[in-house]
């Protein structure tokens, strides 16, 4: 992660408990040597054990992975990345509209009119499959 990258994710970075006053210990490694470990790892596709030396140890990689996976602060990072990449656009926080796509799933002759379709983008004749539904008794 370049400087300038590291500029713009840092102040987004949740807090850890512990410069909070909130209890629990140091963490052991800089947090921008684990984000590039883990950056590393998605990029390369290598194994947690096949980390470079450059790196933390992967097993404090992947407890710093886990832990944030776990707690969903991966989600609440990307989040965070998006609205200040939104602010920066001048545009609002929030999108207002959201783009839906649909898998067209190729139908046999055998399937019922019913639930066939032509998928003109796609030019495939297509089988319309229904959405999951919760169950009536689970609702």
Known sequence: MSDAEWAV???LLPVPAWMEGRGGRPEGYCHRQLIDAVRYLTWEGVRWASMPRDFPTWRAVYRFFRRWRDNDLIRELYARLRTRLREVAGKKAEPSAAITDSQSVKGDATVPA???????????????LEPARACPSCA
């Open 114 to 128: 019913r639930s066939r379709g032509y998928d003109a983008g796609k030019k495939i004749n297509g089988r319309y």
């Open 9 to 11: 994710v840092r102040p």
